[in-house]
């Protein structure tokens, strides 16, 4: 399974429209927080199993749209 390129730059708009926000960075990993105190920490590289896993998690509105549009092929 391939990595995307620029994860975080592609996955935070759908955070930010979820309500999360960038906390803080922690080593590869960053932590975004929304409002209720749900935390999701993500690496610099996110693989497509990991992100669908979060999606459902957290109920990431848009979260699957951006998986068709940027799957490794």
């Not at 309500?19 to 996110?46: A, M």
Request: aromatic content about 6%; proline content about 3%; hydrophobic content about 35%.
């Amino acid at each position: 399974m391939s990595n995307w390129t620029n994860d975080l730059r592609i996955a935070s708009p759908v955070l930010k429209a979820n309500g999360y926000r960038k906390d803080r960075t922690n080593g590869s990993h960053t932590i975004f927080v929304n409002d209720k105190g749900d935390v999701i920490s993500l690496p610099k590289s996110i693989n497509i199993m990991l992100w669908r896993r979060e999606v459902k998690a957290h109920n990431l509105v848009g979260g699957f749209e951006i998986i068709s549009k940027l799957k490794s092929k």
